[in-house]
């Protein structure tokens, strides 16, 4: 099975614990152009749901979101943050339960959510859908646990997304195979997967890119992925003494980025 989609991988090596997606979530936070923000972009389309609202999180990882938007948040919604990874849930709490705010904690599987039928107003899947092993059986079980006329709004990256950092990660591989490095679900295609389940889907884009001036932290990025088990110490070296010519150069490294947002409608 692709490590994309390996749970068992997922769930006790990738992201056993918050170290992996904390060091790639540094990078876009400290790098990134957009003054808004990723995490405040999604907020936005969050706000317009009621006051009251119920909503779900599948994939919640560390619970970034929530924590960089915890100000914004309406005292009445009910949010249910799910995850795979015993880990990743318990940086999760650990980041939110400073926050005063109200969240429920919980292990599950998007292809099995454990939630009765028309129960929240809004599931989010937050770059996390390329992890699931049967997208059409977890986006089936969204939209039972959707209320009539709710939404899933699900993000993820375009296919040249962070095309240099993985150009760097595929030259530092020592046995590099393709289920490390394509991902299955992507702005280019999500749509065509997600209307056989909603007939209602559109697709915003952000606009971002990264400026990077410091080379440590394109190094424990390419450290943290799902290719790097594999890596050569000296290839790395050789591309991190390139990086820091590159650096030199030019005063700043540019990576594309392209991350966008699909919205269904029950």
């Known amino acids: 099975m692709p490590r994309f989609t390996d749970q068992n991988y997922l769930a006790q090596d990738q992201y056993k614990n918050s170290a992996n997606l904390d060091a790639r979530i540094a990078l876009h936070q400290n790098f990134s152009v957009n003054p808004q923000g990723w995490y405040h972009w999604i907020f936005e389309t969050l706000m317009q749901f009621p006051a009251n609202a119920k909503i779900l999180e599948l994939g919640c990882g560390t619970g970034a979101m929530w924590q960089e938007c915890a100000d914004q948040i309406p005292a009445g919604w009910q949010i249910t943050l799910t995850d795979l990874s015993d880990g990743m849930l318990d940086s999760a709490w650990k980041n939110l339960v400073v926050t005063g705010r109200s969240f429920k904690f919980e292990k599950a599987d998007a292809q099995s959510i454990p939630y009765q039928d028309q129960n929240f107003d809004l599931v989010i899947a937050n770059h996390m859908l390329y992890h699931v092993p049967d997208r059409i059986k977890a986006l089936t079980e ?125």
């Open 142 to 266: 969204i939209k039972r646990v959707l209320k009539a006329g709710g939404s899933l709004i699900a993000t993820t990256v375009g296919d040249k997304h962070m095309q240099e950092m993985y150009g760097w990660l595929k030259g530092v591989n020592l046995n590099r195979r393709a289920d490390m490095f394509d991902n299955p679900f992507i702005l280019e295609n999500g749509a065509a997967e997600i209307e056989k389940v909603f007939a209602s889907v559109t697709l915003t884009r952000y606009a971002d890119h990264l400026e990077v001036t410091a080379v440590e932290p394109i190094i424990k990025y390419i450290r943290s992925s799902i290719g790097a088990d594999d890596l050569s110490e000296e290839r790395l070296s050789a591309v991190e003494k390139e990086l820091t010519a590159n650096l030199e150069r030019n005063g700043k490294i540019f990576i594309t980025k392209d991350s966008g947002m699909f919205r269904a409608m029950k």
